[in-house]
């Protein structure tokens, strides 16, 4: 029987049970139906996070350093997609409170909306530190200008840190520069 047809003979019995003078059965609405959209959106997101987490650890433990960026790409797009389509699920399934109850949705539904906002909380001061890492990184490598000049004039080095030292070895780096 399909779900019309059901709809119709299940108001049908309500309004001959009104007619008899019968409390009114349990509304239909309150009954879970798992093949409702928002049921499926809560499902989706919490099958949907389980993935990102199967896919993250899958990528990671075949880590290869000769592989493609393309692939990397790939995977990282997946993964976001994953993480974020989680979002609106959750929030489709709060949605469907109201008409089939907070029973399976509520939790599902807060985990889609909060386990990815709570991942890239966590995520930032990660991603701020690794910035700021490989700034401090970069910043060591660039030579002093001084040192690029005396490079490639092929003379000795005199750093900073040696012209810092003290008046002797001044005198000693310049004195060797000019010569």
């Given at each position: 029987m399909d779900a019309f047809r059901r709809k119709?003979?299940?108001?049908?019995?309500?309004?001959?049970?009104?007619?008899?003078?019968?409390?009114?059965?349990?509304?239909?609405r309150n009954l879970a139906?798992?093949?409702?959209?928002?049921?499926?959106?809560a499902s989706y997101a919490?099958?949907?996070?389980?993935?990102?987490?199967?896919?993250?650890?899958?990528?990671?433990?075949?880590?290869?350093?000769n592989r493609a960026?393309?692939?990397?790409?790939?995977?990282?797009?997946?993964?976001?997609?994953l993480v974020l389509s989680a979002i609106p699920a959750g929030v489709i399934a709060l949605c469907g409170i109201p008409r089939y109850g907070k029973e399976k949705l509520l939790w599902k539904g807060l985990v889609g909306v909060l386990a990815p906002?709570?991942?890239?909380?966590?995520?930032?001061?990660?991603?701020?530190?690794?910035?700021r890492a490989n700034e401090n990184d970069a910043r060591q490598e660039q030579p002093?200008?001084?040192?690029?000049?005396?490079?490639?004039?092929?003379?000795?080095?005199?750093?900073?840190s040696s012209l810092k030292t003290g008046a002797a070895s001044r005198r000693h780096a310049v004195t060797t520069l000019t010569d």
């Open positions: 119709l003979l299940d108001s049908a019995r309500y309004r001959k049970e009104l007619q008899k003078g019968n409390p009114a059965p349990p509304a239909a139906d798992p093949k409702s959209i928002h049921h499926k959106a919490v099958w949907a996070l389980v993935a990102s987490f199967v896919v993250n650890g899958l990528s990671s433990g075949l880590a290869d350093p960026p393309i692939v990397q790409v790939i995977i990282s797009a997946t993964l976001g997609f906002l709570a991942m890239f909380a966590l995520a930032v001061p990660a991603f701020r530190a690794e910035m002093d200008a001084n040192d690029l000049v005396f490079a490639l004039a092929g003379r000795r080095f005199a750093t900073k």
